[in-house]
């Protein structure tokens, strides 16, 4: 069974739905505001508590538990450090998991920036200074319309 | 001002917090959970509020209300419609600004799939039949490396 997107499925009740949509499922580990705020946090290279929440704003306690839901949902991972005459503290990493949230987190940084007030940073690739972007494309290399994405069953 | 993501940039704090980061302006918009598998549905298809309900398996109160945020934000509109017999209602479609979510909610699919229990759905290109994702390239086509995104201020 495949299925295009946009339209052509207003009849379709077969796609999946709660638990077994993996959209769902993300929002579920990461879907909460805090976390992907922890996250930007992260991915700009800060990585102990201390920084994370007054970067974030956010209230000790509240970062702690986002940071909990994090490292369980395996997106960080804790890494002990300790300066000289202080106790061993943690800092946050990213897990490969949690880079591959990379996608995610640039896209939503390009609609932010294009679609709300207030504008954004130009991300651009180092090597050659072009302004980078996120783009839905196949393996064989074209770019993706909406209207030709089509959504199959995995099994 | 430009800087590099990872780890290069845990002593930064130039970069926009708050109301001024386009990442958190766009949750703000679409960062909750129940807008977010709204617009799924509709990405899917579904522009009608019974259907739109059935589908997220939320409360009518509840789906009026990110409904109405979601129109708030100029990422649906509502059209109205009338069947035969029946008062005039409204169906929910997506704006040029709701299309171009689709790379942000093709990524927590991607995401979700690879790094969540449960698998999820085949996306392809209708035209070759590859399977479609969402890459990270400039404007001069190359897919460019976490390592190798700067990020610059604008103005």
């Known amino acids: 069974m495949t299925v295009r997107l946009t339209g052509r499925l ?8 709660g638990d077994r949509c993996p959209i769902d499922r993300t929002l ?3 879907g909460n505001r805090t976390a992907l705020l922890l996250l930007r946090e992260v991915f700009y290279g800060a990585s102990r ?3 994370l929440v007054k970067r974030v704003g956010v209230t000790d306690a509240v970062a702690a538990q986002r940071l909990r839901e994090l490292v369980e949902a395996g997106v960080l991972t804790k890494e002990p450090y300790r300066e000289p ?8 990493v990213l897990t490969t998991a949690g880079h591959d949230l990379l996608p995610a987190v640039l896209a939503l940084l390009q609609w932010g ?6 504008g954004g ?4 690739h180092a090597d ?3 302004p980078v972007q996120v783009e839905v494309r196949c393996a064989a290399g ?7 994405l089509v959504v199959g069953s995995r099994r």
Chains 1, 2 share one sequence.
Not at 85 to 92: E, F, L, P
Not at 113 to 118: L, N
Not at 121 to 124: E, Y
Not at 142 to 148: A, F, I, K, N, Y
């Open 121 to 124: 940073p130009i991300v651009t």
């Open 10 to 17: 207003a009849q379709r009740d077969d796609v999946p739905l």
């Open 28 to 30: 579920q580990l990461i």
């Open 113 to 118: 920036t294009a679609h709300s007030s207030g």
């Open 49 to 51: 508590f201390d920084s």
């Open 128 to 130: 050659c200074g072009e």
């Open 85 to 92: 005459g202080q106790r061993t503290r943690h800092a946050y």
């Open 142 to 148: 074209h770019v993706v319309d909406e209207d030709d």
